[in-house]
């Protein structure tokens, strides 16, 4: 903590989550910085309210920050961090427009998210939710040979909707599992980062072979709804769908019918429409494994996360340009 003296000749910052204690020590060494100590997620008013005079926010995928609240801090702010790849929580045009710069926190996450991807894919293709709710609630009868059975990975087709840095980790990490990858993507990759994987130029057509299909799509405005009825009546019989992107991307109410039809086979959600408000009706649904928005949730990628907001920072005041800038 810097002594008083200093701390006057400190940038003001305003935090709006908590962040890992390392990365908050390091914060209060580098800023005259205040916290939202209560860890509540701010509305975008009370967050221009609080951080007033702040030259740098650092946020998290929580928070909104609008065009609103960037034009009430305008006097003073010049940078937006964000604790998270996505940016779809900041209103990119306003900050362009306005010279505020934004950095986020991109490739550090990405084996961390993999690692969630392949928990679902895994929990909803061999029922993880029914099989740990049958030890828990103690209603296991014991071994039996048709108990729980579910869906083998080996030799199905796994098709990634998003083949940017999470969704290759993602690949490397399915192939240990003997599935065939698939991806669709605005653009097809090179062949050292495709790997053999089959490219469909088209959602539509990527949809028809996945077997197993994860969205890790960036979240934006444009792909909202994008996994509609009429999507999802492409998919293959029994398809599973995973989600670790954002949670607008999904049709609830389509996705939600098909579950409870049968037209999908299970699905496994990292991420909703209006967190932390999930649609009540997935929590009825034993073909859902549901687990909350953890995809970048591991001490060394938060840490790591926070590390690459303060060194782009520093980067930035140097007069560089750090790789993690947006705008
Ligand atoms: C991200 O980094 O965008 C994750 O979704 C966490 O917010």
């Given at each position: 903590?810097p002594?008083d003296a ?7 910052a ?8 390392t ?12 916290v939202?100590?209560d ?9 221009a309210?609080?951080?007033?005079g ?6 998290s ?13 305008a006097?003073?702010?010049r940078?937006?961090a964000?604790l ?38 895994l ?6 939710y029914e099989?740990d709710?049958?030890?828990r ?7 039996a ?5 579910g ?14 840095r999470?969704g ?5 990490r ?10 669709h993507?605005r653009?097809r990759?090179?062949?050292d980062?495709e790997?053999?994987a089959?490219y469909?130029?088209t ?18 405005p444009?792909?909202k ?10 998919l293959?019989?029994?398809a599973v ?9 999904v ?8 579950l ?14 209006n ?8 929590r ?11 995809g ?21 005041r140097?007069g560089?340009?750090?790789?993690n800038?947006?705008?």
């Amino acid at each position: 903590m810097p002594n008083d003296a200093n701390a006057r000749d400190l940038p003001r910052a305003y935090l709006c989550r908590r962040y890992p204690s390392t990365i908050e020590a390091a914060l209060h060494e580098r800023y005259r910085l205040a916290v939202n100590d209560d860890d509540t997620i701010l509305p975008s008013d009370e967050i221009a309210r609080r951080a007033a005079g702040a030259q740098t926010l650092f946020v998290s995928a929580t928070e909104r920050i609008s065009g609103d609240v960037m034009r009430a801090l305008a006097p003073t702010l010049r940078h937006i961090a964000t604790l998270s790849v996505g940016y779809d929580h900041i209103d990119m045009d306003t900050a362009r427009a306005s010279g505020i710069r934004v950095l986020n926190t991109p490739d550090v996450l990405s084996g961390a998210c993999a690692e969630v991807a392949m928990m679902l894919v895994l929990n909803a293709c061999r029922r993880g939710y029914e099989a740990d709710r049958m030890v828990r609630s103690g209603a296991w009868p014991g071994w039996a040979p048709t108990q729980l059975l579910g869906l083998g990975l080996e030799g199905r087709r796994l098709c990634i909707f998003g083949m940017g840095r999470i969704g290759r980790a993602i690949a490397a990490r399915a192939r240990g599992f003997g599935v065939e990858v698939h991806y669709h993507n605005r653009s097809r990759l090179p062949a050292d980062q495709e790997l053999g994987a089959r490219y469909h130029a088209t959602l539509e057509d990527a949809l028809r072979h996945a077997d197993i299909l994860v969205i890790a799509a960036p979240g934006s405005p444009s792909l909202k709804g994008v996994l509609d009825a009429d999507r999802i009546a492409l998919l293959p019989p029994q398809a599973v769908v995973v989600n670790i992107s954002r949670g607008d991307l999904v049709d609830d109410d389509a996705l939600i019918a098909a579950l409870q039809g049968g037209r999908v086979h299970a699905a496994g959600l990292d991420v909703f429409a209006n967190e932390p408000r999930v649609d009540p009706r997935y929590r009825h649904l034993d073909n859902v494994f549901l687990s909350p928005h953890i995809g970048s949730a591991t001490t060394q990628t938060r840490e790591a996360m926070g590390w690459l907001l303060i060194r782009g920072l520093e980067t930035l005041r140097a007069g560089g340009q750090p790789a993690n800038l947006l705008c």
